[in-house]
């Protein structure tokens, strides 16, 4: 059987320096992709901070359209621009853009063309919708183009040479990160040549470099690590490095080794547990009891499944990052635990 | 609310504290003939909706439910291994009521070829399959899913086959998309600017390249730099081939969103007790009320309940009864399960908050619980599980 971990077309990831393949991320590009529920945005927030923490300028991106990071950091939507969203240790600070395909494609034709004016009447008569949403794979292009203005944006002022010491992009789901960064095959078909294949081509060049990891966030749970699979692998074969595997959401297990295991075949001694309340205080009958006992069961159960899981999470051979479970809900205050809790874990430097 | 004395309370009862409107799912799967499923993605659409045709099936009505992209073992459990497009009878359903359950997966570049293979004289056909514009538009377009679920909805309709059609929407970036997409293909195939371009094609695919060029002037240029000649030529060879074969895909899109707002159909919005697809769930629902769309209700999936008998155990008692335990290193085993308690008395106190806030938002909107299961649903009896718990009966195996 072939080992879900072996590595499959990940030709790039030869050229980058030793070490470099297993973390700590030092790319200027950071993707993170995950099933819906995973707490994707979350993670990618915590991983711009963690990024920003020590008075480095980090990009924060999304494409989806629905002002998630907004949301995250607390602050109104944001507008097709640059807005700080938060500072970091140390002196870092973190903007975000919610990247937007049509205006993308304007900027695009101003920029290339000198064509904006032109462009917003074209807008009227449907050409930009076609352009942006309809004709397959160049929203896609223009998106990931975006993204990569933003990585190679020159600033003769800052240490380093550029606008952004690193940019996050909070990406699509797991199920469709392959074929969205894969823009060149995506159009390929469409475009043997003309402008948005050589946009491709460019774009494609700069997410097979050394300059590019896609980061998966997952849970401990049976489909979301299917998908993380799945995706790995698909992320393989379009010849981008995966970086590491972000386990989101993870149950502290409570109970002791041995009572795992009893609680979960419904084992747990009551009349131990009677005892023990009464030792506290508690005055508890046959009911509190037991109620408390299938909530230690099905916390046993969850557990178990857990530690099933994290075996797959091994197998894909990636370094594993660990974020707890938040049982209160996520905050802005989350977001800096989080990216302590990655700092500490070395996922950045 | 008490539990029989002597028997572990294992039956947490989700009762929501503000009085909201059960959702009688039962009697929606007694009535409806249409039942849509959306929320957003990983909230356990699939589950939803196959656990709800399947306790409709065995309540003796005669069921297809339409899948998108089910988990592969739950497909398996459904004898879903192909996607072909062809629905098949579901082993393992109980048929004593005389109903039976068929099942099958979208496979949407499949459909896309249906239609044309159904409508156009073969070499036409063949030559609009090849374009490759089609080819990316029927494979890739985000919205094409959304449509050729509408169109495999419509189809599944007219056979008159089934009484009760369930149908699990594609797992779109947002919920809203679902309702979009097909009138936004629609509206763009039968639009201006496919007019604009179709009409130099109508007259010959050169004289189209020379049209672009000289008489459409800034425009074409335009829309060459944005798109590229090829491409231009490629859809408008596409829009032509299509136009021949059916007049108006609008009209045909508007139909499919008719055949949502008729009577017979009920939406269900499903969301997991998170933040953000409990506003997924909100937008959701206050636009199926905009576009006078029937909505049946709210499921929220994956609720972690405190055990009835436990609620009057608060978080702070909890916490000092297990560091008064720990001080005296006595119990060990009671300290961790009262720890074990307030961690989930602090979950279940943000979903509370959560699901209160949807319900002040929407008083109106009828609602139901699943509690969270310790794995993922792979067989029918799963199924059976999430239906009962659905139509407000209870499933034990929780996860914690």
């Known amino acids: 059987m072939a080992e879900p971990g072996t590595v499959v077309g990940v030709t790039s990831q030869d050229t980058l320096p030793p070490g470099a393949t297993r973390g700590p991320w030092s790319c200027r590009l950071h993707v993170v992709t995950g099933k819906g529920g995973t707490g994707k945005t979350t993670v990618a927030g915590a991983l711009a901070v963690a990024l920003a923490t ?44 919610a990247i937007d395909a049509e205006e993308a494609l304007l900027e695009y034709l101003e920029m290339f063309y000198n064509l904006r004016r032109a462009g917003r009447a074209l807008g009227k008569i449907g050409a930009i919708d076609f352009a942006t949403t309809i004709a397959p794979g160049v929203r896609d292009v223009l998106l990931t183009g975006k993204v990569k203005e933003a990585v190679n944006r020159p600033d003769a002022t800052r240490p380093g040479g550029r606008s952004y010491d690193a940019v996050v992009l909070d990406a699509p789901p797991t199920g469709r990160i392959a074929r969205f960064l894969n823009v060149s095959a995506e159009v390929a078909g469409l475009a043997k040549m003309g402008p948005i294949r050589t946009q491709a081509d460019s774009v494609m060049a700069v997410m097979r470099s050394a300059a590019t990891v896609v980061h998966f966030v997952t849970l401990l749970e049976e489909m979301p690590m299917q998908e993380t699979v799945d995706g790995v692998a698909e992320v393989r074969t379009a010849g981008l490095a995966v970086g590491g595997v972000i386990v989101n959401m993870i149950r502290q297990p409570l109970l002791a080794a041995d009572d795992i295991e009893r609680a979960s075949a419904d084992e747990l001694d009551l009349e131990e547990l009677v005892a023990g309340m009464k030792e506290a205080g508690i005055q508890a009958g046959v009911e509190l009891v037991g109620a408390l006992a299938t909530e230690a069961a099905q916390h046993a159960r969850r557990v178990r499944l857990e530690v099933a899981e994290r075996a797959e999470v091994e197998r894909l051979g990636r370094p594993v990052y660990e974020l707890p479970l938040v049982a209160d809900g996520v905050d802005v205050g989350v977001i800096y635990r989080f990216a302590d809790l990655l700092r500490k874990q070395r996922m950045v430097g | 609310m008490s539990t029989t004395q002597g028997q572990p309370a294992q039956r947490p009862l989700p009762v929501p504290p503000v009085p909201v409107a059960p959702l009688d799912v039962d009697a929606m799967l007694d009535s409806e003939k249409i039942i849509v499923c959306c929320g957003s993605g990983g909230v356990g659409k699939t589950t939803i909706a196959a656990a709800l045709a399947l306790r409709a099936a065995e309540q003796g009505r005669q069921v297809v439910v339409l899948t998108i992209d089910p988990a592969r073992r739950l497909a398996q459990s459904m004898g879903l291994s192909e996607l072909d497009n062809i629905p098949r009878e579901v082993a393992g359903v109980d048929r004593s ?24 004289a073969p070499d036409r056909a063949q030559q609009l399959l090849e374009n490759p514009f089609y080819q990316s538009l029927s494979s890739s377009f985000a919205g094409t899913q959304e449509y050729m679920a509408m169109e495999k909805l419509g189809q599944l309709d007219a056979t008159g086959d089934w009484d009760l059609i369930v149908v699990d929407t594609p797992p779109t970036r947002s919920a809203l998309d679902f309702l979009d997409a097909p009138t936004r293909l629609g509206a763009f195939l039968d639009g201006r600017l496919l007019r604009l371009l179709l009409a130099p094609a109508k007259a010959g695919g050169k004289m189209y390249l020379k049209v672009v060029g000289v008489g459409l002037g800034m425009f074409g240029k335009i829309l060459t730099k944005i798109v590229g000649a090829q491409l231009l030529t490629d859809v408008s060879q596409f829009v032509a081939a299509l136009e021949t074969m059916f007049g108006g895909f609008r009209q045909r899109a508007e ?9 017979g159909t009920s939406f269900v919005v499903v969301a997991a007790p998170e933040a953000a697809a409990l506003r997924e769930a909100s937008y959701f629902v206050d636009r199926l009320d905009s576009d006078g769309m029937p909505l049946a209700g709210l499921v929220i999936n994956r609720v972690h309940p405190v055990c009835s008998a436990a609620r009057g155990l608060t978080v702070e008692r909890s916490l000092a009864a297990a560091e008064t335990l720990a001080e005296h290193a006595g119990h060990p085993l009671t300290a961790a399960v009262l720890r074990v308690h307030a961690e989930r008395v602090r979950l279940a106190t943000r979903e509370n908050r959560l699901r209160e806030r ?24 799963g199924l059976r599980d999430v239906g009962a718990a659905l139509a407000g009966e209870k499933v034990l195996h929780q996860a914690g």
């Open chain 2, 358 to 381: 949807f319900t002040s938002a929407h008083p109106d909107t009828p609602l139901v619980e699943v509690d969270a299961l310790a794995g993922d649903i792979h067989d029918l009896d």
């Open chain 1, 54 to 97: 020590g008075g480095r300028r980090v990009l924060l991106t999304e494409v989806e359209g629905r002002q998630q990071i907004a949301q995250l950091f607390d602050t109104p939507p944001l507008p097709y621009a640059e807005r700080k969203v938060a500072s970091a240790p140390g002196g870092g600070e973190v903007f975000a853009l």
């Open chain 2, 97 to 120: 009521a005389g109903g039976r359950l068929d099942a099958m997966m979208l496979d949407m570049k499949r459909t896309f070829d249906e239609i044309v293979l159904a409508h156009a």
């Open chain 2, 255 to 263: 139909q499919t969103y008719q055949l949502l707002g008729a009577p």
